[in-house]
Every structure is written in structure tokens, then in C-alpha cells.
């Protein structure tokens, strides 16, 4: 099942702030926390101390926290891939490799008798990771989560990202990727806080419109907000977001008839498999309202990319099919348009796959 995460950072965040956020998530429906070590510049005992309160209070709302470390990391808090209790200390579940120590050493740790997970850094397309799965780890304990980047422009295009992300589903392991909240209060863990995004598009896209698109692509299982603290109203967006199904936000005209307004916000919609590249086509509205007939009281002359249409029963079998218009055409006189995916929304409409489901909302 899908998982919300979201971010802390100790070092830059008073305890109650932390606290207060944990709480407002927890009840939104979040799961995991990813925590930096890599901006950490404290002794051993120090770092301890101040990770083991937070993540206590987390443990108890049901939390998995994953710490990100590097090689370095491991070196300046004297820990070793034979010797991971370091992070139970600090109650960790597991810890993520931004770097790597080159594949045999991560294959031990995924043994760890801490039974810690072990996240390995995604957004990378080399052969790392195969060598990893050369050494026979446990893969059990074994997931992967992409990199967040702070500069504008640096973030990862999505042919990339869906290249990279592939190596991990190719072996069913778990995986994430971040979002970024655009409070403008909000921070991360470097300097740099203009959106805190794994993918580039994302960076100036309203925080639940980002989830929304991980959703259709169904390329990761958890998604992280990468940056804190996101404002109240954005929590409640993300709340809002099925996780298991893409739900596209519309908006309706206002003459819509009742029959009209059930199908497109209450029936589970899904593209036909034999899918064209005009409209995105869900027709078993039109086997379900067989029999009803369907009016023609908004018929304008072109139909344009987002529109929602319902043919009118002057196409004969078709009466009833719902259509998403993803290309401008002109309209045969038949046909309704009842809505429209709204602006920011339409382009997940590319992302909807042959057969795939979604939900239309308000």
C-alpha cells in the first residue's frame, strides 16, 4: 500500500514545532519520516540526544523513520557496515545511502541484527544497483527513494527518473520519491530551499497536483514531502489525494442534469484498452444508464482539451459514454459537455494508461 512521508530536520527545528507537525500528520494519514544526518555537524553523543526524543515521540504516532547518511556520515559518528546499533540508538527503522560503498558492504548490512532497512539512492542510472543484487542481499530489507533537488532547473527529467525508477520495479522492491510544499517558510536541510523536488516539472505545481502525478504514473510506492513545514491548507490537500487511484479534480456547468452529475462524480471511471489519441474513453456509464435518455442542453461547436463530455443519445449506443477530450475537435452537434478537468489538472491526462482507473471530484 501506498505511504505518505514527510520530513524533519532536528537540527533547524525546535522540538515542539516538530511535535505540533507530527501530530497534524499523523492524523492526515502519514506513515513514514525522512530525517537528514547529512547536515548534521554534531559529536556522536550529541546527535543521539537530539534524534532520540523526536523520533521517540514519532515511534508512538506510528511512524517508520529512515535517516539519510553517507559514507562520510558513517565515518564522523564512527559507524560501520558491520555495526549499525548506531541507528536503533537513535530508534531509527533504517537508513538511506545517498552514497554508496560500492555494492558488497550494503549486501552484508541488509543482514544487520538491528533488522534495519537498508534505502538505497535511486536517481542514479548506473549499475550500483545490480551490483548490489550481485552480492545476494536480503532484499527484504532492501528499498530504494530518489533524490530531492533544491536548485531550480536541477531536478530530474521524467525520462530519466522513469529509467532509473524501473531498475528497483524490475525487482519489486519499495520505492519513493519527494514532493515539495510551497510555503514559502518552508525549508530543507541546505541552504538552497527553492522547491525541494525529485522530479523538475514539479517545482512550482501545487503540492497535491505533484502527488496527484505520481499517483497516475504509478512509478513509486511512497511519496515524501521533502521540505517543513507545509502550511495547514496543503495537509488538507494532500489528505483529500486517493492513494490508490488517480482522482482528477473538475469543474461542472452549471445546467447539468442529475443523471449527468452521478456519472461523472460517482461511478469508477477506467480508459479503454484500445485507446486513440483524441479522448480518453470510459464507456461503461452507457451499458450501466442503458435505457435513459440523455438530452442535449450544452452543445458548443468545438470541444477542447479537458472538457468532460456525455454523448446524448442521438448517437445511438454511444448514449451515455463519458469522454475526456485531450485534443481540440469540433463538435458533431451530439454531444454534451458537461465539465472540464480543471487547468492545472489536464495534464495527467497524458499519464492515463490503457485500462487504467480514475475518479472525477469536486
Known sequence: MRKLGLSIYPEKSSLEEMKAYLEAAAASGFKRIFSCLLSVNKPRAEVIKDFQEINDFAKNLGFEIIMDVSPRVF??????????????????????????????????????????????????????????????????????????????????????????????????????????????????????????????????????????????????????ISNCFPSSAELAAISKVDLNVLNLDVELVTAIPDVERQIVLNELHFNRGDVNASVIRSTQPRVKYKGHRFELFNVPERLMPGDIIIESSLYGHYAGELQIVKKEMINSGKTNVVGHVVEDERFLLEFIKPWQKFRLTQ
Open 75 to 224: 565515518k564522523e559518528l564512527e559507524i560501520t557496515y558491520t555495526d549499525l546499533s548506531f541507528f536503533k540508538e537513535i530508534r531509527a527503522d533504517g537508513f538511506r545511502l545517498d552514497e554508496g560503498f560500492g555494492g558488497a558492504a550494503e549486501a552484508i548490512m541488509t543482514f544487520n541484527p538491528q533488522d534495519l532497512l537498508v534505502e538505497i539512492n535511486m536517481s542514479m542510472d548506473t549499475h550500483y544497483f545490480e551490483t548490489i543484487m550481485d552480492y545476494q542481499p536480503n532484499r527484504f530489507k532492501l528499498i530504494g527513494c530518489h533524490n530531492f533537488y533544491p536548485h531550480p532547473y536541477t531536478g530530474l527529467e521524467l525520462g530519466f527518473f522513469e529509467k532509473c525508477t524501473q531498475r528497483f520495479r524490475n525487482y519489486g522492491l519499495r520505492t519513493a520519491a519527494f514532493i515539495s510544499s510551497q510555503n514559502e517558510q518552508s525549508f530543507g536541510p541546505w541552504p538552497v530551499t527553492d522547491g525541494l523536488v525529485t522530479l523538475e516539472m514539479h517545482r512550482k505545481l501545487p503540492i497535491e497536483i505533484q502527488l496527484k502525478h505520481y499517483v497516475a504514473m504509478d512509478a513509486v510506492d511512497d511519496v515524501i
